[in-house]
């Protein structure tokens, strides 16, 4: 069973910074099976990137997402208003599939 | 475009059984390419991978809930359904269905108390 685990739970930060969030995993994983999600309180998680790498439709290109083996790293490149917000790795390479436990890019 | 309606009862004792529905609209349970997913989140707390089910009726669930869970397809219906035994308070939750990556339900809240 793979384990997520992301750093750092929270981050403070102010509009225009760049946010490096990172997910590591307990056992080498498969980049084409890691994920990330954005979730906004009150609201369902979004897709955000997929394939370790690829952004889903709608986020723009200030959203990168990096990583092999067992270290995965996204990257918010100056800071929106509306990217504060939790993020979640998410893999679903082998069951059972698994969340690491967020981090929170609160405004500064 | 496929969309999710989570449904059920809100509040449920403990020890009894928790049983939600999944609503699909704008395709059918029995597509192939993607699973059907259960996620929840409690309240103020990260998302726990609850299960799958393919079409095929092939099943995976998270081994923390293993012996309390089924997920199930109703092809007539064109529902996902998820049910967990034998409740606690533990298990108070948003409980969200998935198809794919991407398309989730707006999540309903159970709680369990007595």
């Known amino acids: 069973e793979v384990v997520l685990t992301q750093s750092p739970g929270s981050l403070s930060l102010s509009p225009g910074e760049r946010a490096t969030l990172s997910c590591r995993a307990s056992?080498?994983?498969?980049?084409?099976?890691l994920a990330w999600y954005q979730q906004k309180p009150g609201q369902a998680p979004r897709l955000l990137m997929k394939g370790t790498s690829i952004r889903a439709p709608g986020f723009p290109d200030r959203f990168s997402g990096s990583g092999s083996g067992t270290d995965f790293t996204l990257t918010i490149s100056g800071l929106e208003p509306d990217d504060f917000a939790v993020y979640y790795c998410?893999?679903?390479?082998?069951?059972?599939?698994?969340f690491g436990q967020g981090t929170k890019v609160e405004i500064k | 475009q496929v969309q999710l309606q989570e449904s059920g009862p809100g509040l449920v004792k403990p020890s009894q059984t928790l049983s939600l529905t999944c609503t699909v609209s704008?395709?059918?349970?029995?597509?192939?390419?993607?699973?059907w997913t259960w996620v929840r989140q409690r309240p103020g707390a990260g998302l726990e991978w609850i299960g799958y089910?393919?079409?095929?009726?092939?099943?995976h669930y998270n081994p923390s809930l293993e012996s309390r869970v089924t997920i199930s397809l109703d092809t007539s219906l064109n529902q996902v359904s998820l049910k967990l035994t034998s409740v606690s308070a533990a298990d108070t939750a948003l409980y969200f269905c998935t198809w794919g990556l991407d398309q989730w339900g707006p999540g309903t809240l159970v709680t369990v108390s007595s």
């Open positions: 998410f893999y679903y390479g082998s069951a059972p599939w698994t």
């Open positions: 704008g395709g059918t349970v029995d597509t192939g390419g993607h699973f």
């Open positions: 056992q080498s994983v498969i980049t084409t099976y």
């Open positions: 089910i393919y079409y095929t009726r092939s099943t």
